[in-house]
């Protein structure tokens, strides 16, 4: 598919949802991660489409994600949210997480919150702490802005020297005090998955700067900042990578715990909303 088809297929799909989503223009986007979906801002005359029904949009296979797009207001502003996100370990080329990042930008979204689920790369970091991240290392081996280059996507060579907006980090640290929730600032890791990380690995990936590691967020901050949206990254560590902790997590803890943290989460994606940063 050449650059011309691909953006023939964004404007198409953004066109279909705003029909099916009339009267809503949301400038801020929310993707949520794993056992995350309970933990999305509670929005007013909420519309919610499934991904099966969204052209483009194929069905999200990893438990614990909805896959339903999801248009509401908060505090007069319209918010548009994914519940659920696509994945480079399922199959699909890297290049395809770029485009839902796309079509929100075709909706007319400036501002991207991304969510997920991560593990910890330190034992200072506990499972149940939040990370707001200033960075990450994209060690997927690829690029999803690879093969796929139309100049009304933004620039071939993006700058990515602030990936994560300085002042939605400022605000959501500040949120964080204000609600007693555990967080500070971090590097994020992005790696393929679907298998977990070594011990050696683990080792690795510390001594490259990172702090947590996880197997989505990079890709679609990278397609998110070619496009000039401002991007704030929440992670919740729900795990110790391998040969840190003795005991081990499976993915329905990892869901259970999601549960847990949804209420610290919710408070921060809400008060970000609700705040002059948005």
């Not at 404007?11 to 223009?25: D, P, V």
């Not at 099966?52 to 319209?78: L, Q, W």
């Not at 729900?238 to 902790?245: D, P, V």
């Amino acid at each position: 598919m050449d650059s011309s088809d691909i953006l023939v297929n964004v404007e198409n799909t953004a066109r279909w949802l705003k029909k099916i989503a009339a009267g809503f223009r949301p400038q801020t986007a929310i993707i949520a991660g794993s056992g995350l979906g309970n933990s999305l801002p509670r929005l007013e005359d909420k519309v919610s489409i499934s991904y099966k029904d969204i052209p483009g949009f194929p069905s999200t296979t990893v438990k614990g994600h909805a896959g339903e797009m999801v248009f509401g207001r908060m505090g007069g502003k319209d918010v548009v949210m994914m519940r659920g996100r696509f994945h480079y370990y399922e199959g699909r080329p890297l290049s395809f997480i770029a485009f839902p990042i796309r079509v929100l930008a075709a909706l007319g979204v400036k501002n991207l919150l991304l969510t997920a689920a991560v593990g910890s790369l330190k034992p200072a970091l506990k499972p149940g702490d939040m990370i707001i991240l200033r960075d990450h290392l994209n060690l997927m081996g690829a690029n999803p802005l690879m093969g796929n280059y139309h100049e009304a996507f933004g620039a071939m060579f993006p700058d990515m020297n602030e990936p994560y907006d300085k002042v939605f980090r400022r605000e959501a640290m500040k949120l964080a005090r204000k609600f007693k929730i555990r967080a500070r600032e971090g590097v994020y890791t992005a790696v393929t998955g679907p298998s977990y990380e070594t011990p050696a690995e683990v080792k690795m990936y510390r001594l490259l700067g990172g702090d947590i590691a996880g197997m989505s967020v990079a890709p679609e901050t990278i397609a998110a900042r070619q496009l000039g949206l401002r991007v704030a990254g929440f992670c919740w560590i729900s795990n110790f990578t391998s040969g840190i902790s003795k005991t081990t997590l499976t993915h329905d803890e990892v869901l259970a715990l999601g549960e847990k943290v949804s209420s610290k989460m919710r408070a921060l994606l809400e008060g970000l909303l609700n705040s002059k940063a948005v």
